[in-house]
């Protein structure tokens, strides 16, 4: 069965950086896209892009470009988002999502990430 | 900036039937935009329902059914379960369908 892990928990300090990892398992890794989605503390979901994980083509969402960085190991089936630079108001749950086209089926359970002093 | 408007909240009785809509600032939602609509409950990752309009999932209840109308993408429930209370949000693609915006989503209560 398909299943996205994403990595646990960060607690980070502002302006450092952090990695998030979502591991794929059930499916061909690279015949799917990764889609990548932030939800701010009682917010709603925001769009922060996809990586085709064919070619390893990014591409960002307006107000994600710059500090947000995806990456592929398709060696062991896991897309990264990295984010730099970190703000206070990066505070949120990200999620991954896998994607054909502009199909989003499958979700990672999410992971939080705190920026805090 | 491409905004995507939805209800923000809406009720409805068990047994009943709700509409819920999904607009574009820049004009009518067409195929084109591949309207795709996801459920979250409370502390859970949000499930995806519906996708290019009306397809559904082997997951996806068969009270729910997606459609356009008016210009809209729009989800109905029909014949609504308690467990139907949740937050539901749509996702339209713009820019040669590369750009996902997500509505505010749509608060549902089942009262």
């Known amino acids: 069965q398909v299943q996205l892990v994403q990595s646990g928990s960060e607690l980070e300090k502002p302006g450092a950086s952090v990695k998030v990892s979502c591991k794929a398992s059930?499916?061909?890794?690279?015949?799917?896209?990764m889609s990548w989605v932030r939800q701010a503390p009682g917010q709603g979901l925001e769009w922060i892009g996809w990586?085709?994980?064919?070619?390893?083509?990014?591409t960002y969402a307006q107000g994600f470009t710059g500090r947000f960085v995806f990456s592929l190991d398709t060696s062991v089936s896991t897309a990264y988002l990295q984010i730099t630079s970190l703000k206070a108001e990066d505070t949120a749950v990200y999620y991954c999502?896998?994607?054909?086209?502009?199909?989003?089926?499958?979700w990672g359970q999410g992971t939080l990430v705190t920026v805090s002093s | 900036q491409t905004v995507v408007t939805q209800e923000p909240s809406l009720t409805v009785s068990p047994g009943g039937t709700v509409t819920l809509t999904c607009a574009s600032s820049?004009?009518?939602?067409?195929?084109?935009?591949?309207p795709n609509w996801f459920q979250q409950k409370p502390g859970q990752a949000p499930r995806t329902l519906i996708y290019?309009?009306?397809k559904k999932y082997s997951w996806t209840p068969a009270r729910f059914s997606g459609s356009l109308l008016g210009g809209k993408a729009v989800l109905t429930l029909s014949g609504v379960q308690p467990e139907d209370e949740a937050e539901y949000y749509c996702?339209?693609?713009?820019?040669?369908?590369?750009?996902?915006?997500f509505g505010g989503g749509t608060k549902l209560t089942v009262l």
């Open positions: 999502a896998r994607v054909l086209r502009q199909e989003v089926d499958y």
């Open positions: 059930g499916y061909t890794f690279n015949t799917y896209g």
């Open positions: 990586i085709n994980t064919k070619t390893g083509l990014p």
């Open positions: 820049i004009g009518a939602v067409t195929s084109g935009y591949y």
């Open positions: 290019s309009i009306s």
């Open positions: 996702l339209l693609y713009y820019g040669g369908a590369q750009l996902g915006v």
